[in-house]
Nanobody
């Protein structure tokens, strides 16, 4: 059974940075595509970024392009989401998820395993 644990969330001022980590256990992280999703209060969960199991192929939602960077450290079985120039609208619970498909996908139903989430709050 694959398990995912997110960390790195917190309170940051607008323009600040955070790095989220998603530690995968139960299998090697490079066997799965890993996606980052977020859910803001009162809103549906949306895909933020995804990195494929090989290649890698990477996808970002338009609202974070140029500010967020996804990366994978196979030795640590960890996927990161570096978030720079954070904005109040980035406030949300951030989840990582794993899917056993090739390429990158934003359809949440394609992901089989989910973490519990980490809160990111951007506020002055």
């Amino acid at each position: 059974q694959l398990q995912l644990v997110e960390s790195g969330g917190g309170l940051v001022q607008p323009g600040g940075s955070l790095r989220l980590s998603c530690v995968v256990s139960g299998h090697t992280v490079d066997s799965y595509a890993i996606g980052w999703f977020r859910q803001a209060p009162g809103k549906e969960r949306e895909g933020v970024s995804c990195i494929s199991s090989s290649g890698p192929m990477i996808h970002y939602v338009d609202s974070v392009k140029g500010r967020f960077t996804i990366s994978r450290d196979n030795a640590k079985n960890t996927v990161y989401l570096q978030m720079n120039n954070l904005k109040p609208e980035d406030t949300a619970i951030y989840y990582c998820a794993a899917g056993s498909f090739h390429g990158v996908r934003t359809d949440q139903s394609q992901y089989d395993y989910w973490g519990q989430g980490t809160q990111v709050t951007v506020s002055s």
